[in-house]
T-cell receptor, first 112, second 116 residues
Framework: GENVEQHPSTLSVQEGDSAVIKCTYS??????FPWYKQELGKRPQLIID?????GEKKDQRIAVTLNKTAKHFSLHITETQPEDSAVYFC???????????FGKGTMLLVSP | DGGITQSPKYLFRKEGQNVTLSCEQN?????MYWYRQDPGQGLRLIYY???????QKGDIAEGYSVSREKKESFPLTVTSAQKNPTAFYLC???????????????FGPGTRLLVL
């Protein structure tokens, strides 16, 4: 089955810096890659996703890049703010065929 | 995601007791999922259902059972066979397998289960 590795497990940045979280996956057939943000004690919320027909997708300060050859994808957050502090999860699946496999999460801490 | 509800918010289980966690959605989604979340472990799939009256085991189904008698409801029972049930349980739903956008999952607020 699919295996998703996520790094780093913890990331500390200063407000205004950029943050990058990386994930690798094992199944070359995977073609859907969402990112979720989970604040303490709350539900995970989808922040951005990418499908394998594109290499990059942006939404304001958030972007995701996908490298299918290397089987990795990354979340980029620019101009970080304290409210970006949360645990971020990546996931992968084969659209219409398999369920999501999640990485173990990255705790992002943004200091004012 | 406001259309997915879970109850109760906190649940306490005694030794040898079965407990049932509720998950309801009003999004008209075909597929529903149950995940277990432990610190540092990410989200692990317990069971999922693609359609009413059908469900499949996920990666960690032992000690759990589910039913899907209605499209809106997917309750999870944590049985006494689950020896380490303390965790945060999350329910999710999606439009459905094979449908446009059907892979996108939306989560409920979760139930925290504690053992007395």
């Amino acid at each position: 089955g699919e295996n998703v590795e996520q790094h780093p497990s913890t990331l500390s940045v200063q407000e205004g810096d950029s943050a990058v979280i990386k994930c690798t996956y094992s199944d070359s057939a995977s073609n859907y890659f969402p990112w979720y943000k989970q604040e303490l004690g709350k539900r995970p919320q989808l922040i951005i996703d990418i499908r394998s027909n594109v290499g990059e997708k942006k939404d304001q300060r958030i972007a995701v890049t996908l490298n299918k050859t290397a089987k990795h994808f990354s979340l980029h957050i620019t101009e970080t703010q304290p409210e970006d502090s949360a645990v971020y999860f990546c996931a992968a699946s084969i659209r219409g065929y398999s369920t999501l496999t999640f990485g173990k999460g990255t705790m992002l801490l943004v200091s004012p | 995601d406001g259309g997915i509800t879970q109850s109760p918010k906190y649940l306490f289980r005694k030794e040898g007791q079965n407990v049932t966690l509720s998950c309801e959605q009003n999004l008209n989604h075909d597929a529903m999922y149950w995940y277990r979340q432990d610190p540092g472990q990410g989200l692990r799939l317990i069971y999922y259902s693609q359609i009413v009256n059908d469900f499949q085991k996920g990666d960690i189904a032992e000690g759990y059972s589910v039913s899907r008698e209605k499209k809106e409801s997917f309750p999870l029972t944590v049985t006494s066979a689950q020896k380490n049930p303390t965790a945060f349980y999350l329910c999710a739903s999606s439009i459905g397998f094979g449908l446009m956008g059907g892979e996108t999952q939306y989560f409920g607020p979760g139930t925290r289960l504690l053992v007395l």
